[in-house]
């Protein structure tokens, strides 16, 4: 059976993922599985499920990301991409926008900043250090 104009429009514009000036797709078309997938969770925190639920899943894939590290873009992506998201800044608590944009950054092989987010947010029961280093 086809799909309805109204379940076409949800499924190619989900509310949780364009509710600001850019849509998500825009930054994690251009990002590793692990690292797009963290940063999506953080873009829609409170917009979907439940935000513990939610934070669970960002940390999972905040994880795999730093023990996997990988990196698909260069230094100039992720500069660009920082400027975009830095247009939405207003829109997000300052806490999700150091995390959107240290994914960013992570993504293109600096996970410095990502790793100092993981501390201050307190991400993981254990530290981030004993985490990567296994």
Not at 5 to 28: G, L, M, S
């Amino acid at each position: 059976m086809p799909n309805t104009k109204q379940e076409d429009d949800t499924i190619e514009r989900a509310p949780h993922y364009n509710t600001r000036k850019v849509e998500a797709i825009n930054f994690i078309r251009h990002m590793d599985f692990a690292t797009g997938n963290a940063f999506k969770y953080v873009w829609r925190h409170g917009l979907k499920d439940a935000t513990t639920l939610e934070k669970g899943k960002r940390n999972y894939y905040i994880r795999d990301a730093l023990v996997h590290r990988p990196a698909l873009m260069g230094i100039d992506e992720a500069a660009f991409l920082t400027r975009l998201v830095s247009t939405v800044a207003d829109e997000l608590e300052v806490p999700e926008f150091e995390l959107l944009v240290s994914l960013i950054w992570a993504a293109s092989g600096d996970y410095d900043m990502l790793i100092a987010r993981a501390k201050q947010l307190q991400l993981f029961p254990v530290s981030v250090e004993r985490l990567i280093i296994g």
